[in-house]
């Protein structure tokens, strides 16, 4: 079958970093995306990885291991409105179909 | 517009009736997609299309759920015969082009509660 895991949730202070990882194992990979969503809104893209290594920019970061299944967003310099939940989507073989985890709710703490 | 617009924003149906959901993809975007998210989950695969072609609807979970997209940009997903278990925000997506690079743009989404 075909699986991503990413943790329930993590808390950690304002100004600090946090790292989201996310692990796969699906039918072919054509690429990871990060979204960020706060409550009630639309998810918003965050960043794509395709192929291995670190991906910059501003304060989030992404990483890809693609032998391994694993990728990881960093989230630099925390502030509050960076409070929400961070989905984990892989697109396999099935172009149209980007597969989503269940998120990372991320509580950002004065 | 800017986005991807959705209407409406909430819906309440009574278990039974049918409900049609509207999406107003960016224009010009060739690719829409729908998504239905629980709460507390993340977004599960409905169906997608390219223009007016529905290329895949393997997400869709019974056959009271039909999407269309007639003219290749508004799209409408209408489930029939609303049942509880329905219950969930539906997303609209749109993508610019058909590539593995290009970044699907959500919309709010249609809350939709069966009572």
């Known amino acids: 079958g075909q699986n991503i895991d990413q943790p329930t949730e993590m808390t950690a202070t304002e100004g600090a970093i946090v790292q989201i990882n996310c692990t796969y194992q699906t039918s072919g990979f054509n690429g990871l995306f990060w979204y960020q969503q706060h409550a009630g809104e639309a998810p918003t893209f965050l960043s794509y990885n395709v192929l291995d290594g670190l991906e910059e920019k501003g304060r989030f970061s992404s990483f890809l291991s693609r032998s391994k299944g694993y990728s990881y967003l960093l989230l630099k310099e925390l502030q509050m409105k960076d409070s929400a939940s961070y989905l984990c989507a892989v697109r396999g073989d099935s172009w149209g179909k980007l597969q989503f985890g269940a998120g990372t709710q991320v509580v950002v703490t004065p | 517009g800017a986005g991807v617009s959705q209407s409406p924003r909430y819906k309440v149906a009574k278990r039974g009736q049918d409900v049609a959901l509207r999406c107003d993809p960016i224009s010009g975007h060739v690719s829409l997609f729908w998504y239905q998210q629980a709460l507390g989950q993340g977004p599960e695969f409905l169906t997608y299309?390219?223009?007016?072609?529905?290329?895949?609807k393997s997400g869709l979970p019974s056959d009271r759920f039909f999407a269309e997209r007639p003219e290749g940009s508004v799209s409408t997903l209408k489930i029939q015969r609303t049942q509880q278990e329905d219950s969930a925000v539906y997303l609209c997506?749109?993508?610019?082009?058909?590539?593995?690079?290009?970044?699907?743009?959500f919309g709010n989404g249609t809350r939709l509660t069966v009572t």
């Open positions: 299309f390219q223009n007016e072609a529905q290329l895949d």
């Open positions: 997506a749109s993508s610019l082009v058909d590539s593995s690079a290009s970044p699907l743009h």
